[in-house]
């Protein structure tokens, strides 16, 4: 499997979203928020948000969505042979900008605990 993240990884539109951050189930790993919704999608799609409220210069909150997704690419191995695919919100809840390594460290843990959840003891 490569590890790049293709456009139909992307979770888009408003519906999908507010659905996904309404029903959906919540977990943290700081400095991430995860909140995840299992769906009959051909595959996982995320969204990464970081709040303008904490991080008033774009670069930063850029850089920071930039990490998450890296970290998240890098990783999706993790979750990728897990059925049934799930949607994933990522979101940044830190007032101060983690470090790569940081931000990888929550990403590992996050997907592991949305892995090996209690959804999926079937």
């Known amino acids: ?4 993240l293709h456009r139909q990884q992307r979770l888009r539109g408003k519906i999908a979203i507010a659905k996904l951050f ?10 991430l928020r995860i909140c ?3 769906n009959e999608q051909s595959n996982d799609q ?6 303008k409220k904490l991080f008033k210069r774009a670069y930063k ?4 969505k930039r990490r998450i997704r ?14 049934p695919h799930k949607q994933i919100a990522f979101m940044y809840i830190s007032k101060e900008i983690a470090t790569y390594k ?5 990403v590992i843990t996050l997907l592991n605990k949305i892995n ?3 959804e999926n003891v079937n």
């Open 46 to 51: 995320i969204v990464v948000s970081v709040p």
């Open 36 to 38: 995840y919704l299992l």
């Open 116 to 118: 090996n959840g209690p």
């Open 70 to 83: 890296e970290a998240y690419r890098l990783n999706q191995h993790l979750i990728s042979n897990s059925q």
């Open 22 to 31: 309404k029903t959906g189930k919540a977990k943290i790993a700081y400095p």
């Open 102 to 106: 940081e931000i990888e460290n929550s």
């Open 1 to 4: 499997m490569t590890n790049t």
């Open 61 to 64: 909150r850029n850089l920071l």
